[in-house]
């Protein structure tokens, strides 16, 4: 079973910071099966990114997802303050495994 | 717009059984796709649980695989989830979602609101 490792577990930044969180998993993935979701308290989460860098309808291009093998990146250039959440990595390979999530928080 | 929405009870009996139901409006099941179970455990992170095709085939998360039955009735355009044996450790945030394939990608993409259970005598 692929198991998908998020680093780190927690990220503080101000906003209009860069935000790099990355994704890795124990074997090689299929890129067109890992995806990027964002949540906030309270709430389901949202899809990001799919194929590995493909921005969901209505998601700014300030959020961009990159990566092949078995390391992927989600970026954010310039933190909003609506940016601020946990992100999570999935991939499908027989089971849909998600990873342990990166809470993005202000510092 | 396609909009999923769970239901069923909120409190359940350690040993007994959880049981959601997922219903969908704007899609119809019978078009395709799989459809899912999700859980977060409070403060924790996201857990899959299986997901079910219309036409009934299914898959599991090998950790559940043994007490989870996931169901679906395409005439009333609902899923559903039976967990046996429930215990504390299953209390959580249960989301249905819908599983998308096309153009190679494969993601969930509408989620339901998420209902939570709690396991407690």
């Known amino acids: 079973e692929i198991v998908l490792t998020q680093s780190p577990g927690t990220l503080s930044l101000s906003p209009g910071e860069r935000a790099t969180l990355s994704c890795r998993a124990t074997?090689?993935?299929?890129?067109?099966?890992l995806a990027w979701y964002q949540q906030k308290p309270g709430q389901a989460p949202r899809l990001l990114i799919y194929g590995t860098s493909i921005r969901a309808a209505g998601i700014p291009d300030r959020f961009s997802g990159s990566g092949s093998g078995t390391d992927f990146t989600l970026t954010i250039s310039r933190l909003e303050p609506d940016d601020f959440a946990v992100y999570y990595c999935?991939?499908?390979?027989?089971?849909?495994?998600f990873g342990g999530g990166t809470k993005v928080e202000i510092k | 717009q396609v909009q999923l929405q769970e239901s069923g009870p909120g409190l359940v009996k350690p040993s007994e059984t959880l049981s959601l139901t997922c219903s969908v409006s704007g899609f119809s099941i019978s078009s395709g796709y799989y459809w899912g179970w999700i859980r977060q455990p409070p403060g924790k992170g996201l857990e899959w649980i299986g997901n079910v095709h219309f036409s009934g085939t299914t898959f599991y998360n090998p950790s559940l695989k043994s007490r989870v039955i996931i169901s679906v009735d395409t005439s009333r355009n609902q899923f559903s989830l039976r967990l046996t044996s429930v215990a504390a450790a299953d209390t959580a945030v249960y989301f249905c979602a819908r599983r998308y394939y096309g153009s190679g990608n494969l993601y969930f993409d509408y989620w339901g609101q998420g209902a939570l259970v709690t396991v407690c005598s």
């Open positions: 999935q991939h499908y390979a027989g089971s849909n495994n």
């Open positions: 074997e090689s993935v299929y890129s067109s099966y």
